[in-house]
């Protein structure tokens, strides 16, 4: 695997972060927002950029709270593992960008005939944390510009960089580092 600017990829994911979100603001002018998340799957190095809405979410939550999965979103948490699953949302991967090339994330294809190793895949979890980390650094540099300042959000409103396979608590944690 080759050397990896992070100040590259952090300086273009804030720049395709502002545009993206300006122009879906645009777009939804009247909307008020209670979150806005980066949905990653960084093992791929894929950025999706999400929002929802409480009326969205309200909408979700009856449906959920009524239907054949009625039993499972009664407590708080689970109602809030809901609002914040951002494969639930109304605005769900508006844009998506992948910050590295195949050839950035795999190397050569020479390499294709080798078997993977421990060592392939702590480096393989590491490589995936680093970037999980610059997200949420750019995520945080995010709410400095005036793009951020101009989403109509709710008093409440959270932001997050989350991995596909990690929960709300563990993507907290990861953004107050930098908070």
Request: aromatic share 12%.
């Amino acid at each position: 695997m080759q050397e990896i600017d992070f100040n590259k990829i952090q300086n273009e994911l804030l720049a395709f972060t502002k545009t993206e979100v300006s122009k879906f603001l645009a777009a939804h002018p009247d909307e008020v927002f209670y979150a806005f998340a980066f949905d990653c799957n960084a093992e791929d190095a894929e950025v999706n950029l999400c929002f929802n809405t409480e009326s969205a979410f309200s909408t979700l939550l009856a449906e959920s709270q009524s239907g054949k999965y009625k039993a499972s979103y009664q407590t708080v948490e689970q109602i809030n593992e809901l609002r914040y699953n951002t494969g639930d949302w109304e605005y769900q991967s508006f844009a998506t960008t992948y910050v590295l090339s195949e050839e950035e994330l795999f190397g050569d294809d020479e390499d294709d005939d080798h078997e993977e190793t421990e060592d392939d895949e702590g480096a393989a979890n590491e490589h995936t944390q680093n970037l999980l980390l610059h997200f949420s650094k750019t995520l945080v540099e995010f709410t400095k510009t005036e793009e951020y300042q101009k989403i109509h959000k709710t008093p409440d409103f959270k932001i997050f960089c989350i991995d596909h396979d990690e929960n709300l608590d563990e993507a907290e944690l990861r953004m107050s580092s930098f908070s």
